[in-house]
């Protein structure tokens, strides 16, 4: 396919960064726009095995802690430890989708309907007084230096990152704004640096979810083959 075929079922806006960022250069821009697609690609394993196993290792945390393996529900409710919160607010939509696809009302349902920014908020500052260091434990070879506040400040990357594959958005092009005017660049720092935390983190639940993940990491080839566009 070339770029004019891409820029009709794509749209020209979409794929203005990419020409800016490749100095009208279609075919490069073509290009670039493919690796954006495999990069995002190459993370998606990767997102699916961290993803999963942290909301799992919360939710037995929590699920020891309140005593009660459908804290999801019932903590969530009026009157429960989270009612009238972020949480809540998430739980009850779960919850009202549930219903209209006539589906039961299960903890092991409501978990997978949530999202990620359910479990990563655990770890604000905001919500210490609801959890206090509990999440933290869902990290129980944690490194020394781990605390809740490094710990969210990693997975609020990692979220972000995540949430800009699921809605197709570039992830190796920024704009540097400290130039007149602003200009896009090939920039895989942040691809990098949220692979680096995911595997690090991964370790921290258990070196072989570590293990698991590197037999999934194609991001390194991707970025060379990046670095070459």
């Not at 092991?108 to 919500?127: K, L, Q």
């Not at 690090?200 to 390194?220: A, G, R």
């Amino acid at each position: 396919m070339n770029y004019q075929n891409l820029e009709k079922f794509l749209s020209k806006p979409r794929l203005q960064r990419y020409l800016d960022v490749c100095n009208n250069d279609e075919e490069r821009a073509l290009n670039l726009y493919k690796a954006n697609v495999k990069l995002s690609q190459a993370f998606i394993p990767i997102f699916h095995y961290f993803e999963v196993s942290l909301r799992n290792q919360i939710h037995e945390v929590l699920s020891t802690d309140y005593a009660n393996p459908n804290w999801i529900i019932d903590e969530t409710k009026i009157g429960g430890k989270l009612g009238s919160t972020f949480f809540s607010r998430e739980v009850e939509v779960i919850i009202n989708r549930l219903n209209e696809d006539n589906k039961p009302i299960t903890s092991d349902r409501v978990i997978a309907g949530t999202s990620m920014a359910f479990w990563v908020e655990m770890f604000a500052d905001e919500y210490d007084s609801k959890f206090g260091q509990l999440p933290l434990h869902a990290f129980p070879k944690k490194i020394q230096n781990l605390t809740k506040k490094s710990a969210y400040r990693f997975l609020y990357s990692i979220k972000d990152f995540r949430n800009r594959i699921a809605h197709h958005e570039p992830v190796l092009i920024v704009t540097n704004n400290l130039i007149n005017p602003p200009r896009p660049k090939i920039h895989t720092n942040t691809a990098v640096k949220v692979r680096d935390n995911i595997i690090s983190l991964s370790e921290q639940i258990h070196p072989s979810l570590k293990t698991l993940l590197e037999e999934h990491n194609i991001i390194n080839e991707i970025i060379r083959d990046i670095n070459l566009i």
